[in-house]
């Protein structure tokens, strides 16, 4: 990792390194040392996000024949919640770092906002909640007079959300590499606005 930043790492040029992982916790034989161990890993790099599960057997595997669950449920279950909270303090650090940033984005297509509150097809599947058919609820369609969001990611893999320039249609940037100026940032997404 620290080769990687030492070669990788160029926020000057809007290309921050970001690193992702994947961690399980409570493997059996998992000591408390392990445990820290695995703690401080996540506090010297610092990732951009991770996927953190708690170990539990699953058929079919060598750990589920040979290695006894030796590792209590309250203990997996406390060091996974643990992990959880120390990895989304650092991704919204990381996040707001970014804030005032110019990154270059690959722009995906609509947020997930907007294809939230775009018009349904009507041969779309009617769903029922509380008693109500959705299509019975009105929906804020995507071309009212807001200009629609887009979304794309920086090849660090961040989220940005920005809005389509005037005069633009969104498939028309879609595919694209466009510079976007970061102005706000949550745990998981940046917003920002057109370099």
Same mark, same amino acid.
């Given at each position: ?60 595997? %060598?750990?589920?024949? /040979?290695?006894?669950? #030796? =590792? +209590? ?10 992990? @959880? ?42 769903? %029922?909640?509380?008693? /109500?058919?959705?299509? #019975? =609820? +009105? ?10 969001? @887009? ?45």
């Amino acid at each position: 990792v620290d080769r990687a930043r030492r070669f990788l790492h160029q926020p000057e040029i809007g290309r921050p390194l970001m690193i992702a992982g994947d961690f399980i916790v409570g493997f059996p034989g998992e000591t408390d040392a392990d445990y820290e161990c695995t703690r401080d890993l996540l506090e010297r790099v610092r990732f951009k996000n991770n996927f953190i599960f708690q170990y539990s057997p699953r058929p079919g595997t %060598t750990a589920y024949k /040979r290695i006894p669950d #030796d =590792v +209590p449920d309250d203990v997996k279950r406390w060091r996974c919640n643990d992990l @959880l909270a120390l990895q989304s303090q650092h991704s919204n650090e990381i996040s707001h770092q970014q804030i005032g940033s110019t990154l270059s984005v690959f722009v995906e297509g609509l947020s997930k906002r907007e294809r939230k509150r775009a018009p349904k097809p009507a041969n779309a599947v009617a769903l %029922t909640l509380a008693g /109500r058919t959705m299509n #019975d =609820v +009105p929906m804020v369609a995507a071309t009212s007079a807001k200009r629609p969001q @887009l979304s794309g990611r920086t090849d660090g893999d961040l989220i940005v959300c920005f809005d389509c320039p005037e005069g633009k249609a969104p498939d028309d940037l879609v595919g694209s590499i466009v510079n976007v100026r970061i102005t706000d940032a949550h745990q998981l997404t940046l917003q920002g606005e057109l370099a």
